[in-house]
């Protein structure tokens, strides 16, 4: 009898750690999956799409089908190989990602306007750094096929007045099919 308390006593406080030991693995998981992954179901879920009202002379069925809804982004400066760090790049572009696709999710957006500057370095990268970071631009901004994304250049992306170049703009146009001076009408606004 005696010894069988004995070896309860020496036993219980590696049990105790054990226990200690999971409830902690089991809060630090919790706190990761909420702050890297939940959390942005929590915030985006409070946005909404303002609620419009059919006029007399159209019926909802018709009127909702005409609403457009517009999602626009601006300034996503994607760091590049030059001034970026290679954790800063991994933490923002795993936020921006999961941030981008939660909101086409949750809002199903007709349409997304990246308003310029979607690369911090696109001014001075090589075509090879050019091609890694249009890439990461392209997994990261990932939509689906009714959704239509249109990118607008920024200084950022070809470079200020006296370092633009043709060679520049081309590549970009290439890549986005857009030109800045195009005009985009979708149902009819």
């Not at 902690?24 to 303002?50: G, T």
């Not at 007709?110 to 690369?119: P, R």
């Amino acid at each position: 009898m005696l010894q069988s308390s004995s070896s309860t006593l020496r036993t219980l406080p590696v049990k105790k750690r054990i226990c200690f030991l999971m409830k902690l693995a089991c809060s630090v998981s919790s706190v990761f999956i909420f702050c890297e992954f939940l959390i942005y179901y929590v915030a985006i879920f409070q946005c909404d799409w303002p609620e419009v009202k059919a006029g007399a002379h159209m019926d909802n069925a018709e009127f909702s089908a005409s609403v457009l809804k517009t999602l626009f982004l601006a300034d996503t400066h994607l760091l590049g190989e030059i001034k970026g760090h290679w954790l800063d790049k991994l933490r923002r572009e795993w936020q921006m990602e999961r941030s981008f696709q939660t909101a086409l999710w949750l809002l199903q957006p007709d349409i997304v306007f990246i308003l310029g500057d979607v690369f911090d370095e696109g001014k001075w990268s090589s075509p090879q750094a050019w091609a890694d970071d249009v890439r990461r631009f392209q997994k990261m901004f990932r939509h689906p096929v009714p959704t239509e994304l249109v990118v607008v250049v920024g200084n950022h992306d070809i470079g200020f007045h006296y370092e633009m170049t043709a060679y520049k703009v081309k590549r970009f146009e290439k890549v986005f099919n857009f030109t800045s001076g195009k005009l985009v009408t979708r149902k009819g606004v």
